[in-house]
């Protein structure tokens, strides 16, 4: 496989929801390609949806939930786990937010968290900058978890 294949693939996997940077992270380092380039091809690749996201996803919703009963579940579904876990960063908005999309775990990334930014109305000038700082110390996180602490800092 060609090394621009693996680097399409890795920006690809790190669009894909659910799986996005926490995925594409160690794909890239089994795919053995340089740490700088996984790291920069999943950061892109992770942000490039959250402002679609961000602004289409209400009329997105609204357009599934006229198109049938079992899509207006889905969408419903969707929406309810996103307010659950807006809860808990309300009172703290674009902290919260930066913190939720920052620590890699299950259930947390950009795309729930730019879900979540539209359901609170935060405005883009505050989500965009702290989805990206989150997805920075995903990355961070992500690659001395893949990598090693020695290759991220360079003393491998």
Do not use: H
Request: charged residues 15%; contains cysteine.
């Amino acid at each position: 496989m060609s090394t621009l294949t693996k680097c399409l693939l890795v920006f690809l996997m790190s669009m894909v929801p659910v799986i996005e940077l926490r995925g594409a992270v160690p794909f890239g380092v089994g795919l053995d390609l340089p740490l700088p380039v996984v790291f920069g091809l999943s950061v892109l690749g992770n942000m490039l949806p959250v402002p679609f996201i961000a602004l289409f996803i209400r009329r997105i919703f609204a357009f599934l939930r006229s198109k049938s009963l079992k899509l207006d579940r889905i969408v419903t579904n969707i929406e309810t786990r996103a307010r659950q876990k807006a809860r808990r960063i309300k009172k703290i908005e674009t902290l919260g937010l930066y913190l939720f999309v920052a620590l890699p775990l299950p259930g947390t990334g950009a795309w729930t968290g730019a879900l979540i930014g539209a359901l609170l109305n935060i405005r883009l000038k505050w989500l965009i900058p702290a989805i990206f700082a989150g997805v920075i110390t995903a990355g961070v996180i992500m690659c001395i978890l893949s990598y090693g602490a020695g290759a991220l800092f360079g003393l491998v």
